[in-house]
């Protein structure tokens, strides 16, 4: 998952890479007996698992294994439009939903490969961590042999003796971690047993970091290294490497990656959803479960450690321009959660759209409102009733026109098997601010100025004891069909209005109120998901922003390209050469190097 | 609401709108009349300078400026030097086209985010209430982020490419997707509005010129593989060769300044020689997408943030969700190519096309066809 350095051919290439070597697979002894060869296999998948290429195909998969969630309707969004998909695709439908593509996110398919991809992750990143942490104890790498062969090479003759231009370039790379040694020559320094230990001049600001600069380790040497600089015979070189904070920013966005998961995965364990309808003027309290309409727990979730609140909706107020386009709702309510539940303590809040009420731990949502119409029922035996229905808002009317049903299942006055032959139903719509043309009734302003029902009347069986279960916002038309349910009466009503059936039965319309819906979340991991989101992008920031490179000079004294000489590095002109690379294929270090190039000149600092 | 502002604002968006279709005639005849022109130039110098470092005879194959004929057969010494690339006038009016067309393009944005501006002012809020306004600002913003790559590279011949779907966005902004100023649904009253909506339309913009970029990546690599494999005498690039093709001169069937004239009369009449270079092309592709891929992050964070004010969740697989998740984790693969031994070049070209594609299908897509809660685009 990490940018592998050790896969880059420059690096490989000039060996200058401490990982590079140990990433090498080491060929495995012969005969090792099945256990062996079992644990070949598993180092096998596993180096197959963590290594960069499947870790892009892994990416690839879970993009392409994304799609379905985003073109196929999904239960977990929407589960009527998926069983309508169901029913109007009869042999695909499912097909793909055996397959799990109506619930994608939540299948094992799509859990493999993040699974898989984060066992990549880890795979690649804690090695990389340790190996980092390495890096850190070491001075940079030694020169490379060949600077010439570096993407950015210069070379270039100054003014003053190899000690005095390496205290020049020393002083110029500020902020860069800077290791000065010495080599012997090309060519004499062939056979030369490593001193170990033994390059131990301190960097310009080495001391500064607090590092330690003892070359600890032979792995560095890809070039002879000898004790002490003031041999004959020598080159001074200075190793430089600066942007390990790059390495560090990778770090921090892949295992802030995990982290992230990890949110993820508490929240979808231990949180839940719920959603119900209030109507202004009553109360709800969130105690268990069943006080909502609809409830979405987490896996770990029974419903028995809710922490209670309740809530007193008192007001609902929607402001509307002329045109009837909404500016704002607002619900006023009073709430009690925690310690204050069952007490006489109550606060106010106000409930708005992008704005909802934080308790402790649970966050209440406005997300809904509509409209309940009051009928008034007068019922042949002079009894009289009164109902409130909550209608539900046409989807895509801007208007509110909102259709539903009241059921009477038990009229006053009737025994026995005349029940299911008086029951009744007030089904239609009601519209906000009612405007009829040709008899027909719809709504012309969103708010409630004029408010008027259309509605059907009917009498008979509603089919309530069958054992299936109705939507409260329409009658069973199967009924209607049967002819056990019959029309009686098609009328528009406006406020205060009445309409009279044959039996004597008169239906008021007395008026409306509001409803709100109103939606409880519960996830106490969403703020580490959040400390996760920000670091993973500071991480990715620092990352991108921020360019790993290394310089090196090689100070020869002049006139002694042939390697073969007798000075003693007193002489007065000193060649320099330099030589670049960025390990990160980001483009841009060029200018900096042009820099770099003029550090060994005279009169610059 | 004022009325005159949003009046102001149509007819800018109009002028935008004829602005970026001239640009687009213009880089399209600046390219169509191109012969050479100054990468030739670069390349002649290039060729000349490389092949002095090899210490072979010197070949000098074409100069800019509309010299003709095979000018460099004489320069060199013993060797003998041919000219390698037959040197074609160079159509110093398609340049002055080429110019004309970024003046063009400057005013054109101007215009462009005088509308933004403008509209902005008459309705009172952001102007990315709804999908017209919305890719009224991703073209304000692609075109501005053309103009800095211009400014850094001196690519022109990439502006046709860009302003192709610049032209056909703001041409479906303007026609399709146009509702006249209003306010907005409360849903959308928030100021992560701004920061989501902004960062989101601005990431898009950048990673569409990365996209626009890989694509001539493609394209460009397409032909330099087809003019290798033209000529015989293995020129890789097709032209950094001189000192081998001094010996190839000495066999006359396969040197002969005839046939180079031929071949590369040939491939030079492809549009895609004139495009810029691999290494240009790769370099904007790469640098606008780590510009861009932080705030896309960015903005997908905003939006999580939002989500988790407006509907109660940060996040919830809704489809623009979904996608966007998508184009996030392409674009990291085309990040992690980039730095995959093997996945370089060709095949990081092709998946930031693939992310290019993810944009444009979570922008226009699944605004327009998918329902879900982003739908409020004006449209439903």
Redesign the interface.
């Known amino acids: ?1 990490t ?3 050790s ?3 420059t690096d490989a290439d000039l060996q200058i890479d401490p990982d590079a070597a140990s990433a090498v697979g080491r060929p495995l002894p012969p005969g090792q007996g099945f256990f062996g060869r079992l644990l070949a296999a598993g180092r096998n998948v596993w180096r197959q698992l963590t290594s ?2 499947v ?2 195909i892994l ?2 998969l ?2 392409l294994a ?2 379905p ?3 196929l309707p ?1 239960w ?2 929407n589960s009527a439009k998926t069983a309508q998909y169901l029913l109007d695709y009869p042999t695909m439908g499912p097909i793909l939903d055996r397959l799990g593509l109506f619930e ?2 939540a299948s094992p398919w799509y859990a493999a490969i993040y699974l898989a991809l984060f066992l990549s992750l880890i795979g690649c990143v804690l090695p990389r961590s340790l190996s980092f942490i390495g890096q850190l104890r070491m001075p940079p790498v030694a020169t490379p042999r060949k600077l010439s062969r570096l993407p950015h090479h210069h070379r270039l003759e100054v003014d003053g003796t190899s000690q005095e231009v390496a205290a020049r370039i020393r002083a110029g790379l500020r902020g860069w971690r800077v290791e000065q040694r010495s080599e012997l020559l090309a060519g004499v320094a062939r056979g030369i047993a490593l001193d170990v230990g033994g390059s131990a001049v301190v960097g310009a600001n080495g001391a500064a970091e607090g590092e330690t600069t003892a070359a600890a380790d032979s792995d560095l040497a890809a070039t002879t290294v000898l004790p002490n600089s003031a041999l004959p015979n020598s080159a001074l070189t200075i190793s430089a490497e600066k942007g390990y904070l790059r390495e560090v920013g990778n770090l921090v966005f892949h295992l802030s990656l995990l982290g992230l998961l990890i949110a ?1 995965a508490v929240g979808k364990l231990v949180g839940y ?1 719920g959603s119900v309808i209030v109507n202004t003027g009553s109360q709800f309290c969130s105690t268990s479960p069943a006080s909502y309409d609809n409830f979405r727990p987490g896996l770990l979730v029974d419903g028995t450690e809710m922490v209670p609140f309740c809530v007193d909706l008192q007001n609902f107020h929607a402001a509307y ?1 002329d ?1 009837g ?5 607002a619900a006023t309510v009073r709430y009690q959660a925690g310690a204050d539940a069952g007490t006489d303590t109550w606060h106010d809040a106000t409930l ?5 009420l934080r308790m402790d731990g649970e ?1 209440l ?1 406005l ?1 809904g409102h509509g409209f309940s119409p009051h009928f008034q029922i007068t019922y042949p035996d002079g009894s009289v009733r009164d109902y409130a229905e909550q209608f539900a808002p046409e989807p ?1 009317d801007p208007n509110f026109t909102s259709e539903g049903a009241v059921k009477v299942t038990d009229p006053p006055g009737v025994t026995g098997d005349d029940i299911r032959k008086q029951q009744l139903a007030i089904v239609g719509i009601f519209a906000p601010t009612a405007s009829v043309h040709g008899g027909i009734m719809t709504s012309s302003f969103p708010a409630a100025n004029d408010p008027g029902v259309a509605i059907d009347i009917y009498r008979g069986d509603l089919g309530m004891e069958g054992g299936r279960s109705q939507s409260i916002f329409s009658i069973d038309t199967s009924q209607v069909d049967k002819g056990a349910l019959v029309k009686q009466e098609r009328t528009n009503l406006m406020m205060g209005e009445s309409v009279t059936l044959d039996d004597g039965t008169k239906i008021t319309f007395t008026g409306y109120n509001e409803w709100v819906s109103l ?1 409880t ?1 519960f ?1 106490p991991a ?1 703020v580490w ?2 400390v996760s ?2 670091l ?2 500071s991480g ?2 620092v990352s ?1 922003i921020i360019k790993r490179r290394r310089v090196w000079f090689r100070l020869r004294p002049a006139g002694r390209n042939d390697g073969v000489t007798s000075g003693d590095g007193t002489a007065d002109r000193t060649v320099v050469e330099i030589g670049g690379l960025a390990r ?4 841009g270090y060029g200018e900096e190097f042009s820099t770099l190039t003029a550090l060994p000149e005279p009169g610059r600092r | 609401m004022n009325e005159t502002m949003a009046q102001i604002s149509d007819l800018a968006f109009e002028a935008a709108l004829a602005g970026y279709v001239v640009a687009l005639v213009c880089y399209a005849i600046e390219l169509a009349s191109r012969r050479g022109g100054d990468r030739g130039d670069a390349q002649a110098a290039g060729v000349a300078s490389r092949a002095a470092q090899r210490g072979g005879t010197s070949t000098l194959t074409r100069t800019g400026g509309g010299s003709s004929g095979v000018t460099g057969n004489v320069a060199g010494g013993a060797t003998g030097a041919i000219g390698l690339i037959a040197p074609l006038p160079t159509a110093s009016w398609g340049v002055r086209f080429g110019r004309a067309a970024v003046v063009v393009t400057v005013v054109a944005v101007i215009a462009n985010v005088v509308s933004v501006v403008t509209r902005g002012l008459a309705v009172g809020r952001l102007p990315l209430g709804n999908m017209y306004e919305f890719t009224s600002v991703i073209c304000a913003a692609i075109t501005i982020c053309w103009l800095i790559v211009f400014a850094r590279t001196g690519a022109r011949t990439m502006g046709a490419f860009v302003m192709l779907p610049v032209v056909i966005l703001a041409f479906v902004a303007g026609t399709v997707l146009y509702v006249p100023a ?2 907005v ?3 959308l ?2 100021y ?1 509005k701004w920061i989501h909506v902004t960062t989101v339309a601005l990431s898009s913009s950048v990673l569409m010129v990365s996209g626009a970029a890989s694509v001539l990546y493609l394209l460009r690599g397409r032909y330099e593989r087809r003019l290798a494999a033209l000529r015989p005498s293995g020129g890789g690039g097709g032209n950094d060769i001189a000192g081998v093709r001094g010996f190839d001169a000495a066999r006359p069937e396969v040197g002969s300044p005839a046939a180079e004239q031929a071949g590369a009369a040939r491939t030079d009449r492809s549009l895609l020689g004139r495009l810029p270079s691999l290494a240009t092309l790769d ?1 904007i592709a ?2 606008t997408a ?1 510009v861009a ?2 705030v896309y ?2 903005a997908v ?1 905003a939006g ?3 989500a ?13 969700e ?2 966007a ?2 184009t996030w ?2 674009y ?2 085309y ?10 070049g060709r095949r990081a070209a092709w998946i930031s096309v693939v992310g290019f594609a ?1 944009i444009m299908f979570n922008l226009f897509f ?1 605004n327009m066809v ?1 329902s ?1 809660l982003h739908s409020y685009a004006g449209l ?1």
């Not at chain 1, 708005?352 to 909802?356: C, I, L």
């Not at chain 2, 992690?336 to 370089?344: I, N």
């Open positions: 998952m940018v592998r350095d896969t880059q051919p960069m290429r870790a892009l990416l690839f879970l993009a994304s799609l969630g985003a073109l999904q977990s969004l994608v996110f993820i959803e321009t045109q386009e909404a500016t704002e709702f708005r759209v992008n704005d909802p966050r949502y997300l895509n939606q979340s996830d969403q998901a959040l989101a920000v993973l992008l990715l920031m991108l990160t294929d980001q483009a | 209003a306010p649904v409360p849903a009253n928030s992560w370099r790469y640098r780590i891929f932080p992050t960015f964070i999580a943030l939002w988790e004010v407006a509907w109660g969740r940060y996040w919830g697989w809704d489809p623009k979904t996608c998740f998508v984790v392409i990291a693969a990040l992690h190519a980039r730095s995959t031994a093997g996945w370089r993810s699944v998918v879900g439903n």
